[in-house]
């Protein structure tokens, strides 16, 4: 690979120029590298999001997230419980297979199979059904309107291929021999697998018989892991990389004003939030014994109305976050425009807080992730100096996130007061909801990552009916509900969706997606 | 001499294996890997299974026996991060390793001996004054900031060199070099700096004090009462009697460099056995961790070792010791 | 190269070595060591050292502000430039940092913190390394061998895991008691731990020489105690080695907390030291807000050189050969 490389670099700097043109290599540089090329190995935007520059899903979405069609050229829902793809024609795999219903069949049952970790994106109850070698149909036991919400993220295998290689089934977490699938790919996609170093370097190239338009001009595209933020920034800056995400948000301004850099920013979908631990009956990290003080809503909004989100915007995100009444992005929400935060009022904070039997405060022990958000532990650090002038005395363990998710996250909730990000990956709110509002027991079962533990079994009521409901409108307005519920009950403090930031050189055109996806195919060089 | 060195070799070993005992009743508590290795969203019955799978609810002593028992055939297992065998991994990584920790060091003497012989020589000199000056400063900023400092003048500023990585690689055999480029001997340059700097003044200041300390020897007296030039004397004599102990730590150092060329190696992102120990601890990669360490022992053992046999060689009272000892 | 104690070395240019050398020559150092250039350099290291350390344990009574009451800070204060500058506000004379915090207050509480960590490690160091080597060298045999071998172990943890290890334990064994003080003691614990291994090898070496002396054996043959003859004979002639490998790792133990810092496993924020006003600040390099991470870097180079040149001054002054 590396002497191929070297022979096309001379046979460009010689003048001769490869027959398809000059090549244009995109040198792309994210926090982490891709490790296992099985898309279904883990269940994690950014894997999934570039290897969808390799395989295809059956949907797609364009820049803004709309649904478009992808390896299906369209669908029906015959009726509640019955949806019909209909497949496109003439597609091919990398290696020269044709696309078919069989390879559909067969990756439905390979999601669903030993080991996967994308389970949820298709109901395990659900039939999948070839009507014909271009249709196929997806026969439901309940309702589900939004069935294909996640199936870009899908991506689809080919049968013989995976046969072919032993990749029929998912290769184990703790596998101790490499499936082969793990190292190479083999999609529909624009882009094809040239070498794989798992967690340093992917080199993709283009695929020349792709069945869509072409909208880019790189015959080439090097992704490379580099973790530390400073090296990132650096190397963009000194022209060794042409793309970078994420951008830190304070150096978005010093890389706009570079000669060869820009910074592209967007609001991201994650939105971040605070947990009150309102599970037990006394605090683990505070002088408040024999009760909970989180227990009563009066603190918990006192807490919220303490923490100034606009200056935690101005002066930590930069101006790069969207302060939100919401646990979910208003981009994924249609009537999230009827809710507005509670006001920022340090009075009424304080009002509250002497209501409730605490006017001169209590201690609390806060956790936060230093490695796993934008300014994750600047913003405890605001928040906790902020807290402090309700009388709410902050003592900080701030700690990387392999320990922090240990500690704050199942079964042990070792926590009273902590900060979480979530990422709706259904793209709307019950995904949200269902994992960190819905109840919980001490060891985790129901709402899962409701790190604070609160419970309010009118919004559990309300969520299974969402499951359920197949009219749009209605479910919207159960949302709605839902909440309102937990607004007024201030069940979590939601702070903001923080803002995508990537580095480009100003030599390439690049549209920038709200999920974070990456999409090569898009993707314009000078 | 031939009993002790077997003796230390038994000992070598089972130092190696009480690192990897300790390592092994530790690694329970540098974080959780299953949730590093699922999605956000897996089921608690997903992760429990996973859990089961890896044997992390084996008791400590059952794990480790496993890995003793795979360790002795040089398998230290699959990655839980990046699904690849340990062995593998630290085969491509190690010339990376060694190659920045060479380049290090041939930095560290090209420039230190020669420092540390004149500021011995010419004690009162000003550049010796300023040689000195550099030397403290070079121990006294820690690691990291250097090499951002360095990064941030001779990359990004100047542009002379690159920022982070190792430049185009050439496979030699099993070897993956980056000596033979350009960018990779572009990309070399920093780091090599970086890693290379604490040692380029501890040799400064060993070499200097060994030239004072001979310097001073009667017999070098003698040699200049026989009317000896002074650079006959300096070079000749004296430089020739420091280099035995200036030998002895560049080679301990040596392997010091390789062993923690951790703080380097993240910061330029070099794509070495460092950098993999680090990305391992964020991610409680125990398999990783626990290669690393017992690479890192093993080195360390091998060192010392040789380094006792050759006290032992040159100095006969700790030889009587060591013999006492057995 | 903070992780590479550089222990061998330390050790043989700490400790005398028994070559031969003439009156005159020692005479003309000791001269020379009294020469001005010289000692006016020392002078200006122990100035230097003792402005730093003063102003560091003064700094509740002299600091303008005090950074680690939380509702003293305004995050509105945050990212001001120092006060000469465009933007800079005369409350904070070396500007602030991301939490609003003033750099001045801050770099005094900073390198107190850093100071403690310092001493309190290079103490449990001393500790633990001048009982074991003085155990090992005097005992010999069996107990020398495992000893030695334990440093061995030791050794090979490379500090950073040290911490996270003795993070971790602490975390699982005390439970509850996991924010700012225990973070303290766990660096301590973490930096003394990985640099007791230089002392206890230099401190045998010595014993090792010395315990076959005659004056020992004779003390040995008069029925001395073990205990006695290790802590009142044997003692007195490690010390001036130990003392001086002190001063030199008293900077080290500084670095490697910065370094600890900036891996993420140091001070909480909360409660800086200059190490973590280094890493935080080194966030901050690239977006121009070059005062948070220039004065706390340049407090702790400043730091390290004065307490370096103050250990070379020790060694040389303690040196038999140049007194």
């Known amino acids: 690979m590396i002497l191929r490389l070297l022979v096309v670099t001379f046979a460009v700097l010689c003048g001769i120029g490869a027959s398809d043109g000059p090549t244009k290599t995109l040198r792309f540089a994210a926090q982490g590298g891709l490790n296992s090329l099985d898309p279904y190995a883990l269940n994690e935007t950014f894997s999934q999001g570039t290897l969808a520059n390799v395989m295809e899903g059956l949907i797609k979405r364009d820049e803004n997230l709309k649904i478009v069609p992808g390896l299906a050229e369209r669908w029906e829902q015959l009726d509640a419980k019955h949806w019909r793809f209909h497949l ?276 609390l022990g806060m956790d936060c992730p230093n490695d796993r958000y934008v300014n994750d532990e600047e913003i405890c650090q605001a928040v906790a100096a902020m807290l402090s002038r309700i009388g709410v005395r902050v003592k900080l363990n701030v700690m ?93 403090i939601p702070l903001h969706q923080q803002s995508l930031a990537w580095g480009v050189s100003r030599k390439i055109n690049v549209l920038q997606r709200a999920d974070n996806q990456v999409r090569f195919e898009k993707i314009w060089m000078q | 001499m031939l009993a002790f060195a077997i003796r230390r070799l038994f000992e070598a070993l089972m130092v190696m294996l009480a690192v990897a005992l300790i390592a092994f009743a530790l690694f329970r508590y540098v974080g959780d890997p299953v949730n590093q290795m699922v999605g956000q969203d897996a089921t608690l019955a997903d992760r429990a299974e996973l859990r089961r799978h890896l044997g992390l609810d084996d008791p400590v002593i059952v794990q480790f026996g496993r890995f003793v028992s795979h360790a002795v055939r040089f398998d230290f297992g699959i990655s839980y991060q990046l699904k690849q065998s340990v062995t593998g991994m630290i085969a491509e990584r190690f010339p990376a390793t060694f190659e920045l920790a060479l380049a290090a060091a041939l930095f560290a003497v090209v420039f230190g001996i020669p420092m540390g012989v004149y500021t011995g020589i010419y004690r009162d000199s000003w550049l010796s004054k300023v040689f000195l000056t550099v030397s403290l400063i070079g121990i006294s900023l820690p690691t990291f900031l250097i090499g951002i400092l360095l990064i941030y003048l001779f990359a990004v500023k100047l542009g002379w060199f690159s920022s982070f990585g190792r430049g185009e690689v050439i496979t030699v055999g099993f070897w993956r070099t980056g000596l033979l480029t350009i960018s990779g001997l572009k990309a070399l340059v920093l780091p090599a700096i970086t890693l290379g700097l604490f040692q380029m003044t501890l040799i400064t200041r060993l070499v200097r004090a060994e030239m004072l300390e001979v310097l001073r020897t009667d017999y070098i007296k003698f040699a200049r009462a026989r009317g000896l030039s002074d650079r006959a004397i300096n070079f000749g004599h004296a430089l020739r009697n420091t280099l035995v102990p200036v030998i002895t730590i560049i080679g301990l150092q040596l392997g010091l460099i390789i062993a923690f060329a951790i703080i380097t190696e993240s910061v330029f992102q070099w794509p070495g056995m460092g950098l993999m120990f680090i990305q391992a601890v964020q991610n409680a990669d125990i398999p990783v961790m626990a290669a690393y360490l017992l690479l890192v022992a093993f080195l360390f053992v091998l060192i010392n070792l040789i380094v006792d046999l050759v006290y032992v060689r040159i100095d006969p009272r700790i030889r009587i010791y060591s013999k006492g000892t057995g | ?285 690239f977006s121009g807000s070059w005062w948070m991470v220039a004065f706390p870097g340049l407090t702790l180079a400043l730091l390290a050189v004065a307490v370096n040149l103050l250990g070379d001054w020790l060694r040389d002054a303690l040196n038999p050969k140049l007194r």
């Not at chain 3, 009451?69 to 940092?97: M, N, Q, V």
């Not at chain 3, 950073?160 to 602490?170: R, S, Y």
């Open chain 1, 88 to 363: 496109r024609r003439g597609v091919r795999f990398h290696d020269g297979a044709p696309f078919t219903a069989d390879d559909v069949v067969f990756s439905a049952e390979r999601a669903r199979g030993p080991n996967s970790q994308i389970r949820g994106r298709i109901p395990a109850d659900a039939q999948v059904v070839k009507v014909d070698d271009y249709t196929v149909d997806f026969i439901l036991t309940a309702p589900n309107p939004i069935l294909n919400y996640e199936w870009e993220t899908w991506l689809i295998f080919s049968k013989s291929w995976a046969e072919a290689n032993g990749a029929v089934h998912v290769q184990p977490a703790s596998a101790t021999a490499l499936n082969p699938s793990a190292l190479k790919a083999n999609g529909t996609g624009p882009f094809m697998i040239a070498s794989h170093e798992p967690g340093t370097r992917t080199v993709f190239k283009r695929n020349p018989n792709w069945w869509g338009k072409t909208q880019h001009n790189l015959s080439e595209v090097v992704l490379q892991a580099i973790p530390a933020d400073a090296t990132r920034v650096a190397a963009l800056l000194s022209g060794d990389l042409d793309l970078i995400d994420p951008v830190p948000v304070q150096d978005v301004e010093r890389i706009r004003q570079s000669e060869i850099a820009d910074a592209l920013v967007k609001p991201e979908l994650r939105t971040m939030f605070l947990n009150m631990d309102s599970f037990r009956d006394e605090l683990l990290y505070s002088n408040v014994k024999g009760k909970n003080p989180f227990k009563d809503a009066r603190v918990r909004k006192a807490l919220y109305q303490a923490i100034d989100i606009e200056t935690i915007k101005t002066k930590i995100m930069r101006g790069m976050s969207q302060p939100t009444p919401l646990m979910i992005s208003p981009l994924l929400f249609p009537l999230a425009g009827e809710f507005h935060r509670w006001p920022y009022d340090v009075a009424s904070a304080r009002r509250l807080m002497a209501e409730a039997g605490y006017a001169d405060g209590f201690e």
């Open chain 3, 1 to 285: 190269m903070n992780e590479a104690s550089p222990n061998r070395l330390s050790s043989t240019a700490g400790v005398p070595t028994a070559r031969p050398r003439s009156r005159l020559g020692a005479l003309r150092d000791s001269d020379l060591w009294q020469s001005f250039v010289a000692s006016r350099l020392v002078v200006a290291a122990a100035l230097l050292t003792t402005l730093l350390v003063g102003a560091a344990f003064l700094a509740p009574l002299i600091a303008p502000h005090n950074p680690y009451d939380l509702k003293s800070l305004e995050l509105i204060d945050a990212d001001r430039p120092p006060a000469w500058e465009e933007g800079g506000d005369a409350r904070f004379l070396l500007g602030t940092d991301d939490q609003g915090r003033d750099i001045l207050s801050t770099i005094m509480y900073g390198t107190r913190a850093s100071l403690m960590i310092g001493i309190c490690s290079v103490l449990l160091a001393v500790a633990i390394g001048l009982s074991l080597g003085l155990w090992a060298g005097y005992a010999g045999g069996r107990i020398d061998a495992a000893i030695m071998r334990v440093a061995d172990v030791q050794l090979t943890f490379p500090a950073i895991l040290t911490a996270l290890l003795i993070d971790g334990v602490a975390l699982a064994i005390f439970k509850r008691y996991t924010f700012e003080g225990g973070k303290f003691w766990i660096l301590v614990m973490a930096i003394g731990l990985s640099y007791w291994v230089q002392y206890a090898r230099t401190v045998r070496g010595v014993t090792l020489v010395e315990r076959d002396k005659e004056y020992v054996q004779a003390a040995r043959l008069i029925g001395i105690g073990p205990m006695k003859i290790m802590f009142q004979h044997i003692l007195p002639n490690v010390l001036g080695p130990v003392l001086v490998l002190a001063t030199i790792n008293l900077a080290l133990a500084i670095i490697t907390e910065a370094t600890l810092s900036f891996l993420g496993v140091g001070l909480p924020p909360t409660e800086p030291s200059l190490g973590t006003m280094i890493q935080v600040g080194n966030k901050y390099l």
């Open chain 1, 400 to 492: 990387p996130k392999a320990k922090y998710f240990e500690k704050i996250g199942p079964k042990r909730y070792d926590s009273s007061f902590n900060l979480l990000g979530w990422t709706p990956s259904s793209l709307e709110s019950y995904g949200v909801l269902t994992n960190t509002v819905r109840c919980r027991d001490a060891e985790g079962r129901g709402g899962t990552f409701n790190f604070g533990g609160y419970c309010n079994p009118h919004i559990d009521a309300l969520l299974n009916s969402i499951l359920v409901e197949d009219d749009m409108a209605k479910r919207n307005e159960l949302i709605a509900e839902a909440f309102r519920l937990l607004h007024h009950d201030v069940g979590t």
